[in-house]
């Protein structure tokens, strides 16, 4: 009769035991699950600045030729796969084509050099011409003097560049020169440079 009663107790000891270690969790036959698909943008950033309003020769006389002091072209950017900057001159507005245009006689200009130009000094200009030229190694060496290409056509490419900028961008030192003729008319002539950058 004990054996009988001490079995009943020990299994009712562990019923206890069972039920005590599975409270407070819940079971359920059906499974709910949701999911969310992570998705970001980054912005890319792009920006071209020039150091001054104004690249102007200053002196320039009769017969004679001179470059401009040099402007600084700035461009940052953080796409990684670089971008291209480009100059063309004119507006499509009051400037219709390449020329520098006397400020008060329009009918004096100068004549921008051929695209295709490549003349290492201004003085080989001819009469009435100009060109511009660039330096990316802070001066140390320029390019050749060319003519710009109109206003909304392909620019000039002055930087190809396949990695982002510096950090605190990447300087283009721009000029003009000019080759005035011995009949030029005096004042100032005209024209707008721009400067395009475009990210990889």
Same mark, same amino acid.
């Given at each position: 009769?004990?054996?009988?009663?001490f079995?009943?107790?020990?299994?009712?000891?562990?019923?206890?035991l069972?039920?005590s270690?599975m409270?407070?969790?819940?079971?359920?036959a059906?499974?709910?699950?949701?999911t969310v698909?992570p998705e970001?943008?980054?912005?890319?950033?792009?920006s071209?600045?020039?150091?001054?309003?104004?690249?102007?020769?200053?002196?320039?006389?009769f017969?004679?030729?001179k470059?401009?002091?040099?402007?600084?072209?700035?461009? @940052?950017t !953080?796409?990684?796969?670089?971008?291209t900057?480009?100059? +063309?001159?004119?507006? &499509?507005n009051?400037?219709?084509?390449? =020329?520098?245009?006397?400020?008060?006689?329009?009918s004096?200009?100068?004549?921008?050099?051929d695209?295709?130009?490549s003349?290492?000094?201004?003085t080989?200009?001819?009469?009435g011409?100009?060109g511009?030229?660039?330096?990316t190694?802070s001066?140390?060496?320029?390019?050749?003097y060319?003519g710009?290409?109109?206003?909304d056509n392909t620019?000039a490419?002055?930087?190809?560049k396949?990695?982002?900028?510096?950090?605190?961008?990447? @300087?283009? !030192?721009?000029?003009?020169?000019?080759?005035?003729?011995? +009949?030029?008319?005096? &004042?100032?002539?005209?024209?707008?440079? =721009?400067?395009?950058?475009?990210?990889?």
């Open positions: 009769m004990r054996k009988y009663n079995y009943k107790i020990s299994v009712l000891v562990v019923a206890g069972l039920g270690a409270a407070g969790k819940t079971t359920s059906v499974t709910y699950q949701s698909t970001f943008t980054i912005n890319e950033s792009l071209v600045t020039v150091s001054s309003e104004d690249i102007a020769i200053s002196g320039l006389t017969g004679q030729s470059a401009s002091d040099a402007v600084n072209v700035t461009v @940052v !953080n796409n990684y796969s670089g971008y900057l480009t100059s +063309t001159a004119g507006d &499509g009051a400037y219709t084509d390449t =020329n520098l245009i006397n400020s008060t006689d329009s004096s200009n100068f004549t921008s050099l695209t295709s130009a003349i290492a000094d201004p080989n200009f001819e009469y011409e100009w511009y030229s660039f330096s190694d001066q140390a060496t320029w390019s050749n060319s710009l290409p109109y206003y620019g490419t002055l930087v190809d396949n990695t982002q900028s510096a950090a605190d961008g990447d @300087v283009v !030192n721009f000029r003009i020169a000019a080759k005035a003729s011995e +009949t030029q008319t005096a &004042g100032t002539y005209n024209n707008v440079i =721009n400067f395009a950058v475009v990210g990889k």
